[in-house]
């Protein structure tokens, strides 16, 4: 049976993920921080084991890894996808927060990769999706450190894939466009609809048509595609 690690699986895109692969056959493990409820909902939908971590801290994020390695074996497919965002003028930041949503967003693909990746050197296999957004392709005015942390994650994607593709190892990003999540609802009405009017297919994306992408890249279909940025987005950013 196929593995799958999931950072950041409670809710969202993480969720739509972890409900698909499940239902496509694969053993899952998911780590999650404050939606204990919809954590366990989850879990007990699926089948798939949750695990509380906190994807910035370097001990939590050890034993989240130990606890699944415990319990699946192995791990064929990492998805680092557990995210923060904030909406806030550049110059009004301040360096702490600027260092969580560093810490969350990337760190997090650091450490979750830097433990996962010597099980799948030594089976000389494996696939790692990133989870970026289309903001670290564009840039995002008012997202200035959401940005630069997914500009990161693609950033560490391209060398990553280079330095573990002699070992039979895939990493990939995937930079969604506006996804209709919890995170998005943040925004105003007249927001989202401004943006979906400068969107060619003229709507928000689903988080199953993300989980589909990132099944894609996980799959044989995506064996000979690494270092590469797919952005389902709608067109909104072409």
Known sequence: MKTLFVNGGSRGIGESIVRLFSDRGYAVAFTYLDSVGRAEKL???????????????ESETAEAVRAALSELGHIDVLVNNAAISSFSLFTDIEYKDWRRMMDVNVGGAFLYSKLILP???SRKSGKIINISSMWGIAGASCEVHYSASKAALIGMTKALA???????????A??????????NRALSAEDIAAIC??????????????AECVY???????????????????????
Request: with cysteine.
């Open 162 to 172: 280079r330095e573990v593709g002699p070992s039979g190892i895939t990493v990939n």
């Open 174 to 183: 995937v930079a969604p466009g506006l996804i209709d999540t919890e995170m």
């Open 119 to 121: 099980g799948m050197i």
């Open 43 to 57: 879990a007990s939908d699926t089948g798939s084991l949750a695990l509380r971590a906190d994807s910035a801290c």
């Open 216 to 238: 894609f890249l996980a799959e044989s279909t995506g064996d000979f595609i690494t270092g590469q940025v797919i952005s389902p987005n709608g067109g909104l950013v072409i």
């Open 197 to 210: 009017d400068d969107t060619p297919l003229m709507r928000m994306g689903r988080p199953e048509e993300i």
